[in-house]
């Protein structure tokens, strides 16, 4: 079983910065990709960045590529989300999620823990 809590959702002008981290528990955090996602309303979940274990692998969406940074810590089972130059359609609620997989799935349905989001609003 992993918990996993996300922070650092915020409100932040077009342009600006945010870094989202997701504590995870448990003690084979190093064991789970790592993947985080967006919805914004009316809209479907989707893929945003994903890591892998030992953060060999990593992958973006085409929309956040060059702007976004995703790293993990597995000392300290966190993973964060840099994201920088914030778009008005990056305004959405950010997810984290774990799958005990060895590569990085996009889909969401191949991740089994998720967090309970936080809201990120970019203003112009």
């Known amino acids: 079983q992993v918990q996993l809590v996300e922070s650092g959702g915020e409100l932040v002008q077009a342009g600006g910065s945010l870094r989202l981290s997701c504590a995870a528990s448990?003690?084979?955090?190093?064991?789970?990709?790592m993947g985080w996602f967006r919805q914004a309303p009316g809209k479907e979940r989707e893929f945003v960045s994903g890591i892998s274990g030992s953060s060999i692998t990593i992958y973006y969406v085409d929309s956040v590529q060059g702007r976004f940074t995703i790293s993990r810590d597995n000392a300290k089972n966190t993973v964060s989300l840099q994201m920088n130059s914030l778009k008005l359609e990056d305004t959405a609620v950010y997810y984290c999620?774990?799958?005990?997989?060895?590569?990085?799935?996009?889909?969401?349905?191949?991740?089994?823990?998720w967090g309970q989001g936080t809201q990120v609003t970019v203003s112009s």
């Open positions: 448990g003690r084979t955090f190093s064991n789970y990709a």
């Open positions: 999620a774990a799958a005990r997989t060895s590569y990085v799935p996009s889909a969401d349905g191949a991740y089994t823990y």
